[in-house]
């Protein structure tokens, strides 16, 4: 029986297959990594413009209106709307809002388009 050890060089072929592997190892911890970074700078974005006025960067501040918190802006007077609070305010009527809304709605909840 032939011993593991040995003091024989490697073939070519043996050292190949080691530097692939090792390459590959260090492109997945790369990969890996980079996620971590993503994550973690969306993480700092949020936590930075959350609940900031994304037009002039003042903290914006709640009001309650027809029973829905919608983020007021007192530095340029802007108003801001999470999703689905437009549809809440301006209910269900025929009117202009809802057109508009229908012109808005991302297509895939949009069946006439
Ligand atoms: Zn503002």
């Given at each position: ?9 490697p ?96 297509a895939?909840?949009?069946?006439s388009?």
């Open positions: 029986m032939k011993s593991l050890l040995t003091t024989e060089k073939s070519q072929h043996e050292v190949d297959y080691f530097l692939g592997v090792e390459i590959d190892l260090r492109r997945r911890l790369a990969e890996q990594r980079r996620a971590e970074l993503e994550a973690e700078e969306q993480r700092a974005a949020r936590e930075l413009h959350y609940m900031h006025c994304p037009k002039c960067g003042m903290r914006l501040e709640e009001i309650l209106l027809s029973d829905v918190r919608i983020d007021k802006c007192f530095g340029c007077h802007g108003l801001w709307l999470d999703d689905g609070e437009l549809e809440r305010i301006s209910g269900k009527d025929t009117g202009f809002l809802p057109r508009l809304l229908h012109l808005f709605r991302p895939a909840s949009n069946p388009q």
